[in-house]
């Protein structure tokens, strides 16, 4: 398996590792339920080193963008972010990324672990004219700190004020003496930040960052609570709630699906389905009492299996069981019930509106 820079800590601090992705990772140090509960209430560290980062650069580096992701890459100011799935000319989705826009010659692709190398290479295969296209993700350290108290966490390292970046805008400046790139979006629907740096400073900025929250109860968080807190506010993870058996017009991404800006990879098809309708769409619900909903779990109406689970869990801070799954459109509609079959039982779940949870604005 790869090791983050950061494997020695995890274990150090107890941590149970698993296998993810090929990757050796934390899945809990203390428990899901307490490392979510601190990122709702405080803050916690996740190392996020696995994630893959490619720069694409040139001339014709935005003519690229526009072409492999459904947003707008162009409608972007410097320095803006924008969440975009990326797909084939079929409409499925090869994955889900962040696109950081430095100008109209430089991006920065943030993918996932899973899909670093299938990324690569079908970005790599799309690419025409005058660019250069980096995987830099082995080189690159990422940690986020999420939370209420991140901000003033951070700011305790950084001379760079924190305040004025805005959600899903970035900036770069030094963390510690340790340049990076300072971004504001989040995978946990709480306030945060991640820092991208040279990944030999990992373990230094690590320690600066848990000793800096020491006060505010910050905590190291696994995977197992980065699920969870993903899923109360609806963000989506690849190889679940998207694939590629999936488009965005069938994930209810259509916010992401930009055909203003012109042709791209999969608009034809994206097109027809937003014009036409779908035969299957992204619902979230909630069960009663009883077990949680899991991924695969068959739903079930009539009798009938006519969906599938895709997330599910017991959510600690709305103290109910939640879920994602696929249904016909007909089934969509807020209040609408169907049954979860579980180990051979139905219960009844209820479609309601999403995400689960939202943090309160001040």
Known sequence: MNKTPLCAVHEKLGARMIDFSGWYMPVQYTSIIEEHNAVREAAGLFDLFHMGEFWLTGPDALKNVQKIVTQDA???????????????????????????????????????????????????????????????????????IQGPQAEAILQKLTRQRLKPIKFYWFTSGKVLDVECIISRTGYTGEEGFELYYPAEHSEKLWNALMEAGKEAGIKPIGLGARDTLRLEARLMLYGNDISDNTTPIEANLNWTV????????GSDVLKKQKEQGVSKTLVGFELGKGPAARHGYPIVKDGKTVGEVTSGTMAPTLKKNIGLGYVPPALSAIGTVFDIEIRGKNYPATVIETPFYTRARS
């Open 74 to 144: 162009e409608a972007l100011s410097d320095r803006q972010i924008a969440y975009t799935p990326m797909c084939r000319p079929d409409g499925s989705i090869v994955d889900d990324l962040l696109v950081y826009r430095w100008n109209a010659e430089k991006f920065l692709l943030v993918v996932n672990a899973s899909n670093i190398e299938k990324d690569y290479n079908w970005i790599k295969s799309q690419l025409e004219g005058d660019v250069k296209f980096d995987n830099q993700s082995n080189n690159t350290g990422l940690i986020a």
């Open 258 to 265: 930009k055909f203003n800006k012109g042709a791209f990879t």
